[in-house]
């Protein structure tokens, strides 16, 4: 969907601070209006077992538009079944059937310019950072898409026994004793997570989506296609079952760690968990993030070699993603550390 100012005929763009669809020539903004939204929907495993199926990437229907005759081809993943010719609501039950719809957005905060910024910040006050490589990068860089995630809301009931390994520690948490041992466990932990947030497109790592955590869900939206204004959106192909296996992956880890500092342990010998979520509910969320991509000169055998880099940033909050490293940058700063110790040990040592 690409409007335009009704002004000047100029392109818009979403700005949260304005309140609506800014027109980037003239200013004018088209106010929108909308309720924010954000609650959760329940399932359980027979709505698993229903869309797992259905979820296929490849899956396109034909269908015929009833106002124009037009003939289309509808993805199930696409926002909005309107029709491009004439804008009727295509609605066929097979099509309908077939999508899991937007629930909720968060709108971008932040415009491309103050992204780079914080891009940039980032990179000047990271350490490791490798400051030569985002000197370059333009506004232009930096681009704006919209993610496809799943928000869960389980409540997890585990049963749990298992052999644990430990080293004993005094009250303070200190190692007295190098000699391994070994325990039986056995027992119960009841949690509740909440808004455990999974990516559902197989080009966004979970691990990226966290290195730009947490997001604000408080002021996300009932889903309008007005928000998307000057903005991607990714492809949503990864099946809903999958994010849900995901998520119960990391509630499981986490409850690991949770045993573990429960009965005081260093490490799981072997460990058998019997776990009953309930409660289980999910919200299809566009969250906003910001991408750079660029290359990276490196040696590797003496031979000069190129690679791509991606950086992500918090389109709502401006929290940088992992940024590659300078090894050389690192090595500075760690002997220019040690500099200073030793001339303040000298200092300590010689003058006062």
């Known amino acids: ?27 004018h903004v088209n106010e929108i209006d909308s309720n924010l939204y954000f609650d959760k929907k329940p399932f359980d495993d027979s709505f698993l077992e ?28 696409q926002l909005s079944n309107k029709c491009p010719y004439c804008g009727e609501i295509i609605e066929t039950e097979q099509s309908q059937a077939k999508i899991i719809n937007v629930d909720s957005i ?10 780079l910024k914080k891009l940039k910040k980032a990179a000047f006050w990271r350490i490791s950072a490798n400051r030569k490589l985002f000197k370059t990068i333009k506004e232009r860089d930096i681009v704006g898409v919209y993610a496809n995630t799943f928000c ?40 509740s997570y909440r808004d455990i947030l999974i990516e559902a497109n197989y080009g966004l790592e979970q691990r ?10 408080s002021p996300a939206f009932r889903f309008r296609e007005e928000f998307m204004q000057g903005y991607a959106l990714q492809k949503l192909d990864k099946p809903f079952a999958d994010c849900v296996n995901l998520a119960e992956k990391l509630i499981k880890e986490d409850l ?31 969250v906003p993030i910001y991408f750079v991509e660029t290359k990276e000169k490196y040696k590797k055998n003496g ?37 200073i110790i030793v001339a303040l040990i000298l200092f300590f040592i010689f003058v006062l």
């Not at 409007?3 to 609506?20: I, L, M, P, T």
């Not at 968060?106 to 992204?115: D, K, V």
Request: net charge positive.
């Open 1 to 27: 969907m690409v409007n335009f100012c009704e002004n000047c005929g100029g392109a818009v763009r979403f700005s949260a601070k304005d309140g609506g669809n800014k027109c980037e020539v003239c200013g």
């Open 50 to 77: 229903q869309t797992e199926q259905e979820k296929t990437p490849d899956y396109v229907e034909n269908v015929k538009c009833n106002a124009c005759g037009a003939n289309l081809k509808l993805s199930k993943y």
């Open 106 to 115: 968060i709108p971008f905060h932040l415009t491309p310019a103050q992204a």
């Open 152 to 191: 869960f809301d389980i409540n997890a009931f585990c049963r749990y026994s298992g052999i644990f390994s430990y080293t004993e520690k005094d009250k303070e948490g200190t190692q007295i004793s190098s000699q391994i041992k070994h325990k039986h466990v056995v027992g119960m932990v009841d949690k």
């Open 208 to 217: 990226e989506l966290l290195s730009i955590m947490p997001y604000d869900f």
């Open 256 to 286: 690991k760690r949770v045993i573990l500092k429960r009965h005081n342990c260093d490490d799981i010998d072997t460990i058998d968990m019997q776990l009953d979520l309930q409660d289980k509910k999910y919200n299809y969320c566009l």
């Open 303 to 339: 031979v000069e070699q190129e690679r791509k880099v991606k950086v992500l940033i918090n389109g709502e909050t401006g929290k940088v993603g992992s940024l590659p490293k300078n090894p050389l940058r690192l090595l500075l700063w760690l002997f220019g550390g040690c500099a």
